[in-house]
């Protein structure tokens, strides 16, 4: 009877145990994975962060130039403006050859005419005879006048043979310099197209830079703003599965405020970011106690890096618990990749404490009391 009673609690206790166990397991493994996850997120976080930093400093890069681009755009509108100038003379130009052809067309018809009536009354005296003069009744005097009329006729026609020849020449002269300008003026024109082609495609490589860097910039902070939602979530599902933790086993928390009195989101003086463990110990050191606490660090001022910290600023690292003592965990399922660190407020005769902390309820203080400090992994303590 008394074997079958003994049998019967061995296996309530085996089952007890198994199931303590096998939910301890389950718990943690819980944890990593959500630490992990968050860890993972965060990595995430921090890389396009960084690419959108990085597209930040390209559109300031590019910002450059696109000024050396409008300072072209300037350049190239203005040798369009010279250029229809250009142009516009070059039509007057031509515009005012027409007129010069034209008038020396007149000019060359009108002296034609002229020389055409002297080739003919030179003709009509040269058929004449001295003979015949005399028949007609002319006396010595006429003749004289006559033959002095043709010379000047023959004179005026090679005075205005030689006008003829010149107005020839001075017309085809126009009219080389008209087909000239004309050419001048379809270059121009060519150029004209090239130049405003060339405007355009400034303007538009312009337009593209600003675009492109700024539409990649906007994408990545979409992307941070997604991922920092997603790291939020996560957290909140840590911190619940903390106060799980606390609410199954023999720690009892506790909130308040502590005295401490930064608002999330900025950093304290000593160099640490507010509304986390590390800013609330240290307050506590430097304000509460007067001991002299800062990150001699920066960017390493994680909680599992106090140790170092403390060697930095002459404070001793100990395995034993003391009163306003900081203690410093490494990184584990349950502290977070960064460590944690809280102050001990008390060291109880059965080898807990009590401790003082911020962020282990997210972004709050808690007091702890109980707490077994082995339970959450490697631990020192800096006095």
């Given at each position: 009877m008394k074997e079958g009673i003994v049998k019967r609690a061995v296996k309530v206790l085996s089952v007890l145990l198994i199931t303590s166990f096998s939910f301890g397991q389950s718990q943690a493994a819980s944890l990593d994975d959500l630490l992990n996850k968050r860890?993972?997120?965060?990595?995430?976080?921090?890389?396009?962060?960084?690419?959108?930093?990085?597209?930040?400093?390209?559109?300031?890069?590019?910002?450059?130039?696109?000024?050396?681009?409008?300072?072209?755009?300037s350049s190239?509108?203005?040798?369009?403006?010279?250029?229809?100038?250009?142009?516009?003379?070059?039509?007057?130009?031509?515009?005012?050859?027409?007129?010069?052809?034209?008038?020396?067309?007149?000019?060359?018809?009108?002296?034609?005419?002229?020389?055409?009536?002297?080739?003919?009354?030179?003709?009509?005296?040269?058929n004449k005879s001295?003979?015949?003069?005399?028949?007609?009744?002319?006396?010595?005097?006429?003749?004289?006048?006559?033959?002095?009329?043709?010379?000047?006729?023959?004179?005026?026609?090679?005075?205005?043979?030689a006008q003829v020849k010149q107005a020839k020449k001075d017309m085809e002269q126009r009219k080389s310099d008209q087909e000239a300008k004309k050419a001048e003026l379809d270059q121009l024109n060519n150029q004209q197209i090239s130049y405003k082609k060339s405007a355009e495609n400034q303007?538009?490589?312009?337009?593209n830079l600003k675009s492109m860097t700024l539409q990649q910039q906007k994408e990545y902070e979409a992307l941070v703003k997604k991922l920092q939602k997603e790291v939020s979530q996560v957290s909140a599902a840590i911190y619940a599965e903390r106060q799980r933790r606390v609410s199954g086993g023999k720690e009892t928390l506790t909130g308040g405020s502590g005295g401490y009195p930064y608002s999330c989101g900025n950093v304290d003086p000593w160099r640490f970011y507010t509304c986390q463990c590390t800013s609330y110990a240290a307050w506590y050191w430097n304000v509460v106690l007067g001991k002299s606490w800062t990150n001699t660090r920066p960017g390493s001022g994680d909680a599992k890096n106090w140790p170092t910290l403390a060697r930095d600023q002459?404070?001793?690292?100990?395995s034993s618990p003391r009163v306003g003592a900081i203690i410093s965990w490494l990184g584990s399922s349950i502290t977070s990749s960064h460590g944690h660190v809280a102050i001990v407020e008390a060291v109880n005769s059965?080898?807990?404490?009590?401790?003082?902390?911020?962020?282990?309820?997210?972004?709050?203080?808690?007091?702890?009391?109980?707490?077994?400090?082995?339970?959450?992994g490697g631990h020192s303590y800096i006095y």
């Open positions: 860890n993972s997120l965060n990595q995430e976080v921090e890389k396009y962060e960084s690419a959108a930093e990085s597209k930040a400093a390209e559109a300031n890069s590019l910002s450059k130039q696109i000024g050396s681009l409008e300072s072209d755009i190239t509108q203005q040798k369009i403006e010279q250029t229809s100038t250009q142009i516009d003379e070059a039509s007057k130009t031509i515009e005012s050859l027409s007129g010069d052809i034209e008038l020396k067309q007149k000019e060359l018809e009108s002296l034609k005419a002229r020389l055409d009536d002297s080739i003919r009354e030179i003709y009509k005296a040269s001295d003979y015949e003069l005399i028949l007609s009744g002319s006396n010595f005097s006429d003749i004289i006048n006559q033959s002095k009329y043709i010379q000047s006729v023959e004179n005026q026609v090679k005075s205005v043979y303007v538009s490589q312009k337009e002459g404070y001793n690292v100990s059965d080898g807990t404490i009590d401790i003082s902390e911020y962020n282990w309820v997210k972004e709050s203080y808690s007091y702890r009391h109980n707490v077994t400090p082995s339970d959450y």
